[in-house]
């Protein structure tokens, strides 16, 4: 079964308008973390912003929040007042807590800013 | 801010040349990891070094691939012989896990890659 599981492989959103990338998870585990990456078209990843599973509020880093529903499973990234600059890839990943400590990562959804 | 350098930032080679890729974490972080980006499989985990151990490298194609940690400012990664299937982009990223501290956020920082060709 998939670990990370990223629905939309492209979505487009206007200028100034906010936007939600879906990601859901399954893991066994009760510690994790999630994180979102933000890899441009020169190819770099670029971290965004992360949530702990025993974090009780919703992660937040500027325009950036994580819409975390444990119960859900799912941990979707709002953009918003989208700019140009955030045209990318967009990656959820999960880290789980025991074992391997790597991020498994989704297989991203390609965001297209409109002006 | 402080950096992953990865080197080289592109190469192409010939089929059963070696390719060796190498990768400087972050100073004090003491996880690395080599990930793997294709069209194919997107992102996938290639080796996992903690204090320069190698804890994971089970997503590695062991008859060509083989990562080491020579010290802590350096990582390499090796495929010999190369084949046209290796051709992708090869990441390193570094971070700080400390046991069982899973509420901390330790992001790991990417490197900004190379691309490999092998044709």
């Known amino acids: 079964a998939q670990k990370i599981t990223q629905t939309q492989p492209g979505m487009f959103v206007q200028e100034k308008e906010a936007v939600t990338l879906d990601c859901t998870y399954d893991?066994?585990?009760?510690?994790?973390?999630l994180f979102w990456y933000k890899q441009p078209s020169s190819g770099e990843m670029i971290f965004l912003i992360y949530q702990g599973s025993y974090d009780e509020q919703n992660a937040t880093e500027g325009r950036y929040s994580l819409n975390f529903q444990k119960a859900r499973k799912s941990a979707n990234l709002v953009i918003s007042a989208s700019q140009l600059g955030d045209s990318a890839m967009y990656f959820c990943a999960m880290r789980e807590g025991t074992g391997r400590r790597a991020l498994t990562f989704g297989s991203g959804t390609r965001l297209q800013v409109q002006p | 801010d402080a950096r992953v350098t990865q080197t080289p930032r592109d190469k192409v080679t010939e089929m059963g040349q070696e390719v060796t890729m190498r990768c400087q974490p972050i100073l004090g972080h003491n996880t690395v990891f080599w990930y793997r980006q294709t069209m194919m499989q997107g992102l996938e985990l290639l080796a996992y070094f903690r204090n320069r151990a190698p804890l994971d490298d089970s997503g590695m194609p062991k008859d060509r691939f083989s990562a080491e940690m020579p010290d802590a400012t350096l990582a390499t990664l090796k495929i010999q012989p190369s084949e046209p299937r290796d051709s992708a982009v090869y990441f390193c990223?570094?971070?700080?896990?400390?046991?069982?501290?899973?509420?901390?956020?330790?992001?790991?920082?990417f490197g900004s890659g190379t691309r490999l060709t092998v044709v």
């Open positions: 990223a570094s971070g700080l896990t400390l046991g069982q501290a899973h509420k901390v956020n330790y992001g790991y920082t």
């Open positions: 893991t066994s585990d009760q510690s994790y973390g």
